[in-house]
């Protein structure tokens, strides 16, 4: 059964159109992060949260957003998608206690026309 | 800060050994790793806690040296379904608040008959 479910899968969106992604897990994990994963490229870090605390990467740009409404669902919102923010992006939670495996969600590859 | 990964990409024949590389300029809580075919979300493998312990998942094991901030995988009697990119996930925050997690630019594993 699927822990850590993103929705959609596939998300085509116009140049400048906001779009949102959204994530939902149940496994009642404390931390929840959001990845950015371009062609043969690491998962480049976004942003997490420890329950409500929201914690900003230094270098994500303006542009990308998040909510954090309850312990299930998280959402990233692009304000205004360039051709650039083309990419999979990945959801994955983790207990918050001490070092445990973080759990990925099947990712939404966004494409920008 | 991101960990350092080596070698970027290695191909080997069905039955040889691998060692994958992850190393980070900072004192390191935990480290991941994870395995990411085309097209799918990474799947966890194991995590090592500093302490400098070593652990073992079928023919996957892995070790941390937290003197030297690095950590090891080994790959051994390769199999074909061992292919895919290989990241190292590390933190390092410590205690109970160790939730950031930033992965290594990845090796890239190739299984040939």
């Known amino acids: 059964d699927a822990m850590v479910i993103q929705n959609p899968r596939y998300q085509v969106t116009q140049f400048g159109k906001p779009v949102t992604l959204s994530c939902s897990q149940t496994?009642?994990?404390?931390?929840m992060y959001w990845y950015q994963q371009k062609s043969s490229q690491a998962p480049k870090l976004l942003f997490h949260?420890?329950?409500?605390?929201?914690?900003n990467e230094a270098d994500t740009p303006d542009n990308f957003q998040s909510r954090r409404p309850n312990t299930s669902f998280c959402f990233l919102d692009i304000r205004s998608p360039g051709l650039g923010d083309a990419a999979m992006y990945l959801c994955?939670?983790?207990?918050?206690?001490?070092?445990?495996?973080?759990?990925f969600g099947q990712g939404t590859r966004l494409t920008v026309v | 800060q991101q960990p350092v990964q080596s070698p970027q990409a290695v191909i080997l024949r069905e039955g040889e050994d691998a060692v994958i590389n992850c190393s980070s300029s900072k004192a390191l809580y935990s480290v991941h790793w994870y395995r990411q075919k085309h097209g799918e979300a990474p799947v966890f493998l194991m995590i090592l806690l500093k302490g400098g312990e070593q652990k073992g998942h079928e023919k996957i094991s892995a070790s941390f040296n937290e003197k030297k901030q690095q950590s090891s995988l080994y790959l051994t009697a390769s199999q074909l379904s061992y292919s895919g990119t290989y990241f190292c996930?590390?933190?390092?925050?410590?205690?109970?608040?160790?939730?950031?997690?930033?992965f290594g630019k990845g090796t890239k594993l190739s299984v040939i008959p």
């Open positions: 496994l009642n994990h404390n931390v």
């Open positions: 994955a939670t983790k207990a918050g206690q001490g070092a445990t495996e973080a759990f």
């Open positions: 996930g590390t933190d390092q925050n410590s205690g109970a608040g160790s939730y950031q997690l930033t």
């Open positions: 949260y420890y329950d409500k605390d929201f914690n």
